[in-house]
């Protein structure tokens, strides 16, 4: 995947899950702090070994995913 070239799938690392550039920071871990309120400068500053290009193609690469799969929910 050209398009994804800082996630990386390696199963000697955190089982598999997708991460950033072989590293143990996973996608999810990133998606989940910026769904929680944390801006970009805020998780560059907690994980200073990544880039900007890092976080960012983490939300790219979640939206691809979430666009796989089609849950069905149930109305509130």
Excluded: N
Aim: hydrophobic content about 40%; proline content about 3%; glycine content about 10%.
């Amino acid at each position: 995947m050209k398009e994804f070239d800082r996630i990386t799938h390696d199963p000697s690392v955190i089982g598999g899950k997708a991460c950033i550039r072989g590293m143990r920071v996973t996608v999810g871990a990133i998606v989940g702090m910026i769904g929680s309120g944390y801006s970009i400068d805020q998780v560059l500053a907690d994980y200073p070994y990544l880039e900007r290009d890092d976080i960012l193609q983490s939300l790219r690469y979640a939206a691809w995913r979430a666009d796989d799969h089609e849950l069905t929910l149930s109305r509130a």
